[in-house]
């Protein structure tokens, strides 16, 4: 089975220091061409801004990563046989809006309703380290929790 990955994962694999490095390796080492690992452009983005951001990489003992250092780290992981790329799904759009249009304001929900749709519509697992993905379970979300 296809498991996207929540950014926080690939971070956690960026970043040696990140308390969920070996936990995420392990999991991706596991991985292989008939089960990979995927990135959608939402995971892509995150991935860039966070690896690249100052105060992630201080946090991480990481030396400075430029945006250009950052994409090379992504396309490097994109190259591995394990990995792949999904784009979005048809009916992304309308399980979207079912999933996030909450009768609250919740800001927060808008990127992880997307998220939960997008692994809904593709019919793949969802891995993250992110326990509130746990509300979408019930929408049909395949979720795999990882905890250490």
């Given amino acids: 089975m296809v498991s996207l990955y929540d950014a926080n994962l690939w971070v956690a694999l960026a970043f040696a220091a990140h308390p969920h490095h070996r936990l995420a390796s392990q999991h991706v080492k596991a991985r292989d061409s008939a089960q990979p690992a995927a ?15 100052p105060l ?5 003992e990481s030396p400075p990563i430029t945006n250009a250092a950052a994409w090379s780290k992504c396309q490097d992981l994109l190259a591995l046989p394990q990995i792949l790329w999904l784009d979005e799904p048809e009916g992304l759009a309308d399980l979207w809006q079912s999933l996030a249009c909450l009768p609250s304001a919740s800001p927060r929900v808008w990127t992880d309703a997307y998220l939960a749709a997008f692994a809904i519509r593709h ?4 891995v993250t380290l992110d326990s509130d993905f746990k509300t979408f379970v019930k929408d049909g979300l395949k979720l795999k929790l990882l905890t250490s």
């Fill in 39 to 53: 990135f959608c452009r939402v995971t892509q983005k995150a991935f860039l801004r966070l690896v690249s951001t």
């Fill in 56 to 60: 992630i990489q201080r946090t991480y």
């Fill in 123 to 126: 019919a793949v697992e969802f």
